[in-house]
């Protein structure tokens, strides 16, 4: 948030991204003023930050809260979207979940020719542009077969799954490929170490030591990997957002961008902060669950 | 007497030579890599030679020619309006809504995608190559400082500080590049501590201490060679990421503005146009998933023959070693 305050104070005049490129110098004297800009910008950096833990935005009063374009408290917008980007990261994270099993097969032979195929097939899932797939999924199967909605939202509810088939389709592949990749590297790791001989020195059989001894121990790598991948995620979703006319956060923000909307904006990028540093959060547990060794207390 | 020692020499065709290489053999016995990196460096060599390559000049618009369909020739389309200017034109790719030869604006958008692509990698590096030297070589408090803030911006997705960044100073060529810089460093600067951390220990480090160089000298001189192979296999791989993100900034129009035009500006601007005229969106689309994938499957490959574990199954035995009775890995 301090890197939102810096790029915003720092690097641009905020005014001017509020204001028209020729709005006349008095307009941006008064606003300045208004919104407070014109104060030295330590006692600005304080106001910010005692805003925010007060749940506000640039400055604490129901006037500057409010969103530009929509007239309402910026954070509860932001918010009333956030299901609707988590239900879509939710059906693309559990589509995604195949690589494990992918990944798993390519570890029992490491350079193998399943292990090429899967290599070859995860890196080019990784390497598509989200949105140029959006685009050919939207081609093939709206335009072509006319099976599904190009793009639309008719709510969380049974009634809108047809929409959400393409955006979930969209973000799965490159969630799968990344899947597939750490536990293939994660398991190879494991495999070669010692415990897994003494497994099969006492005639365990190889699917016992996979599924119980080596995807356990290598969970843990696993779940750090993709707490990573998730920053990564958004990038995907904003884009997958904008083709689908998805209503979650992404598409706020980039409206909120091109409308030049500063309280949107901000609420928006702290919301996902909050939420990167959730997610982060529950890794640190899974870690505790997965691997009683680790523990955070004293 | 004289003692008599036989010195045996063999001396081998340079040529032949070269071939033999452990390294050049697993590349050449690869099949993916071998055309991940035929590919690579045939891109690389176009959009270095664009204007020799090139069929036509791309910004030379033929509104008759608009929309041409790949694998056809001018005289074929539509020509009621008025002729254009050189008859019998064939184009491989096709035109765009604005008949400029799709293939030629790929080739010189190639220029745009890689030069962010390189130059991103090549100043995030540097950037956090240095910080992390410093971190890892002087510990303590420093190290503390720089690996929280790599720890923030770890936290950030890209895209949004992009999209930040941007809208505050703006698009253009340099502007990305910095967005690179700044959302990117991190990644090399955890590495290099890493590496640092081992090698400051090791006794080569100790004895240049002994002599009495200084730090910088160690640093330079001693400790820096050590990381170039780390370093390299990150960049390589982070090339495909930095160059899919500058295609889907400009394709949210916050990236490469006209007239320049990278191949994410490229598919924005074919978008309308997707249902008439598919070529104008799957091409560079294409162009961007096929380089992206190169880079990848050679930057894992780079990897997986600079890791001593890993290495032995990329490496072929060689000839000498097959007739001593060594199994091919």
């Known amino acids: 948030m301090a890197l939102l305050f810096f790029a915003i104070n720092v690097l641009g005049n905020p005014i001017r991204l509020l204001v028209d490129q020729d709005a006349p110098p008095e307009t941006i004297a008064a606003l300045e003023k208004k919104y407070g800009f014109d104060r030295p910008i330590h006692v600005r950096l304080a106001d910010y930050f005692a805003s925010l833990l007060t749940g506000c935005q640039l400055r604490c009063s129901p006037d500057f809260d409010k969103s530009v374009k929509y007239k309402v408290n910026a954070r509860e917008l932001v918010i009333g979207r956030l299901p609707n980007t988590a239900v879509l990261a939710l059906a693309a994270w559990g589509i995604g979940m195949l690589g494990i099993p992918l990944g798993m097969l390519a570890a029992r032979r490491p350079r193998g020719l399943f292990d090429r195929a899967v290599n070859v097939l995860t890196f080019a899932v990784v390497s598509v542009p989200e949105f140029w797939l959006a685009l050919m999924l939207i081609l093939l199967i709206s335009v072509q077969w006319g099976l599904l909605p190009t793009s639309g939202f008719e709510g969380l509810g049974p009634g809108g799954w047809k929409f959400m088939v393409l955006p979930a389709l969209t973000l799965a592949p490159r969630v799968m490929g990344r899947f597939a990749q750490i536990t293939r590297a994660a398991m190879i790791d494991e495999l070669s170490k010692d415990y897994v001989s003494t497994a099969r020195a006492k005639g365990l059989g190889e699917s016992t030591i996979l599924y119980t001894h080596v995807l356990k121990n290598a969970a843990i790598s696993i779940v750090t990997l993709m707490g990573d991948e998730l920053a990564g995620f958004m990038n995907g979703s904003v884009v997958v957002e904008i083709i689908f006319a998805w209503p979650g956060l992404g598409l706020l923000l980039i409206g909120a961008i091109n409308g030049r909307d500063l309280p949107v904006i901000t609420a928006s990028v702290f919301v996902i902060a909050l939420m990167v540093m959730f997610v982060n959060l529950i890794v640190d547990f899974l870690y505790t669950w997965l691997d009683p060794r680790i523990s955070y207390a004293n | ?329």
Do not use: C
């Open chain 2, 1 to 329: 007497m004289a003692k008599e020692t036989t010195e045996i020499k063999r001396f081998m065709n340079p040529v032949t030579a070269f071939w033999r290489r452990p390294l050049v053999q697993a590349f050449i016995s690869d099949p993916v890599t071998l055309i991940s990196g035929v590919f690579l460096a045939l891109i690389v060599l176009a959009a270095l030679f664009a204007p020799f390559v090139a069929p036509h000049d791309p910004t030379d618009r033929q509104l008759p020619l608009r929309h041409i369909e790949p694998f056809s020739s001018g005289v074929a389309a539509d020509r009621s309006e008025s002729p254009p200017a050189e008859d019998n034109r064939f184009y491989i790719l096709g035109t765009d809504h604005l008949g400029r030869d799709m293939l030629s604006r790929l080739i010189f958008g190639a220029r745009i995608s890689l030069g962010v692509g390189v130059l991103g990698v090549l100043v995030s590096g540097v950037l956090g190559l240095g910080l992390g030297l410093m971190a890892g070589y002087y510990r303590g408090l420093t190290d503390d400082v720089i690996m929280r803030i790599v720890d923030v911006f770890m936290s950030v997705p890209l895209l949004l500080l992009a999209l930040i960044v941007l809208f505050i100073l703006g698009t253009g060529f340099w502007n990305i590049i910095l967005v690179f810089a700044i959302g990117r460093w991190m990644l090399y600067a955890r590495v290099t501590r890493g590496v640092v951390l081992a090698l400051r220990e090791q006794p080569f480090v100790e004895a240049a201490k002994a002599i009495g160089a200084n730090d910088g000298r160690i640093l330079l001189r001693h400790i820096l060679p050590n990381l170039i192979t780390p370093i390299m296999t990150v960049a390589a791989l982070d090339v495909p990421r930095i160059i899919l993100t500058e295609a889907t900034l400009s394709f949210l129009g916050f990236g490469i503005q006209p007239p320049d035009s990278s191949w994410g500006t490229m598919l924005s601007s074919g978008r309308p146009y997707i249902t008439t005229a598919w070529w104008v969106v799957v091409m560079p689309g294409v162009a961007i998933f096929l380089t992206a994938l190169s880079f990848n499957l050679f930057g894992v490959w780079l990897r997986a023959i600079s890791d001593p574990l890993q290495r032995w199954r990329y490496l072929r035995t060689t000839k000498e070693a097959r007739e001593a009775g060594v199994r091919d890995a």
